[in-house]
């Protein structure tokens, strides 16, 4: 059995918990069988807490090179991957990655607004829209994420 190269995307739920879901395929070797399948799983430890806000961190688990062989005379299954695993946030360091359905949604932090591809957040120039609470008698002046 084969299986594709694929990622998986762990968002962070809380304090010792992620959640992902994947879908991939697998072909049998020898024939033209190829099964799609679907992966949902959530991961829950004990994890020590600085009492700060942690949830929306995204963790990318690549997979490749991944192979499974059933041996008929012990009969085990044997399953061999290749696998890196790295902070993944597809939003940029301006919001948080959020998975809808399967796929990603950005939510922008304050300060910022979703791009034309709705999958970055930019800075909001909350000065030339207006979007600010400066006196008439002061200059307003934009900076990343306020004013």
């Avoid at 992966?39 to 995204?58: F, L, M, P, R, Y």
């Avoid at 990655?97 to 120039?125: A, I, R, T």
């Avoid at 030339?128 to 004013?147: E, H, L, R, V």
Wanted: glycine share 10%; with cysteine.
């Amino acid at each position: 059995i084969k299986v594709e190269d694929n990622f998986q995307d762990f968002i962070r739920a809380g304090p010792g918990l992620v959640h992902a879901r994947f879908e991939s395929k697998f072909s049998v070797k020898g024939t033209d069988k190829v099964v799609p399948f679907t992966v949902e799983q959530s991961i829950q430890w004990n994890e020590c807490t600085t009492g700060a806000e942690q949830t929306g961190e995204t963790m990318r688990l690549e997979s490749k090179r991944n192979s499974i062989i059933y041996d008929n005379d012990e009969e085990i299954v044997r399953y061999t991957m290749t696998s890196n695993i790295s902070p993944h946030n597809p939003c940029g360091g301006n919001g948080l990655c959020l998975d809808v359905g399967g796929s990603h949604q950005c939510e922008c932090k304050p300060g910022y607004e979703s791009s034309s591809d709705g999958f970055s957040c930019n800075d909001l120039d909350e000065c030339s829209t207006g979007q600010n609470d400066c006196n008439s008698n002061a200059d307003c002046s934009n900076t990343p994420g306020s004013f």
